[in-house]
Nanobody, 121 residues
Framework: QVQLVESGGGLVQAGGSLRLSCAAS????????MGWFRQAPGKEREFVAA???????YYADSVKGRFTISRDNAKNTVYLQMNSLKPEDTAVYYC???????????????WGQGTQVTVSS
């Protein structure tokens, strides 16, 4: 089992920044690929960013150039730095850990409870 706890969400104006953190406990964190997904009201959960166990990141086109995912295996933590935020980034953001294909929800075995990000215009 892997337990994931997100933090760092909040309310920010358009153009602002937030950094989300996801602290993991349980099984060996460094073995897992880590991802961030988001879900806006009335919409399906969508992929935002992922980072493999060797640290290779990749992003959804909608956030490329604005968001940066990173991981600190010594601290069992993954981060999502979000810059130049837009109102359409408003959603609940979820952290996930998995061993599958990291661009899809099906690639993940463990999920956090989510943290709300609200971007005002």
């Amino acid at each position: 089992q892997v337990q994931l706890v997100e933090s760092g969400g909040g309310l920010v104006q358009a153009g602002g920044s937030l950094r989300l953190s996801c602290a993991a406990s349980g099984r060996t964190f460094s073995n897992y690929g880590m991802g961030w997904f988001r879900q806006a009201p009335g919409k399906e959960r969508e992929f935002v960013a992922a980072i493999g166990w060797i640290g290779s990141p990749y992003y959804a086109d909608s956030v490329k150039g604005r968001f940066t995912i990173s991981r600190d295996n010594a601290k069992n933590t993954v981060y999502l730095q979000m810059n130049s935020l837009k109102p359409e980034d408003t959603a609940v953001y979820y952290c996930a850990a998995g061993l599958g294909v990291l661009g899809y929800t099906s690639g993940y075995d463990y999920w956090g409870q989510g943290t709300q990000v609200t971007v005002s215009s």
